[in-house]
């Protein structure tokens, strides 16, 4: 399956922002889907992740409710919801998916990794 995900940009702190992830390809199969973030000289992060098929959720601490991920599967693609920003929220986002058979959501590895988009939180 091949990601490309989009709707990064610059705004300013406690503005919102919805990134998406369209999946293509073998979209026939079941995936587990998560968003990751890599600020600037910072390792990359897990956010969160959704169940195949969109039932349940699961996020890091840190992300406070601030973040809510959902997916349209009959659009094959996966939202990540991000409100109150903040300027360390600045980093590249990566969504990611890792094929499953179950319904299983938490932190996973992931199979496949989409492109990276880029949001700048300014103060």
């Known amino acids: 399956v091949q990601l490309q995900a989009s709707g990064g940009g610059l705004v300013q702190a406690g503005a919102s922002l919805r990134l998406s992830c369209a999946a293509s390809g073998r979209t026939d199969r079941g995936y587990l889907m998560g968003w990751f973030r890599q600020a600037p000289g910072k390792e990359r992060e897990f956010l969160g992740s959704?169940?195949?098929?969109?039932?349940?959720?699961y996020y890091a601490d840190f992300v406070e409710g601030r973040f809510t991920i959902s997916r349209d599967n009959a659009k094959n693609t996966v939202y990540l919801q991000m409100n109150s920003l903040k300027p360390e929220d600045t980093a590249v986002y990566y969504c990611a998916a890792k094929r499953t058979y179950n319904y299983y959501v938490g932190k996973f590895e992931s199979d496949y990794w989409g492109q990276g988009t880029l949001v700048t939180v300014s103060s």
């Open positions: 959704i169940s195949r098929d969109g039932g349940s959720t």
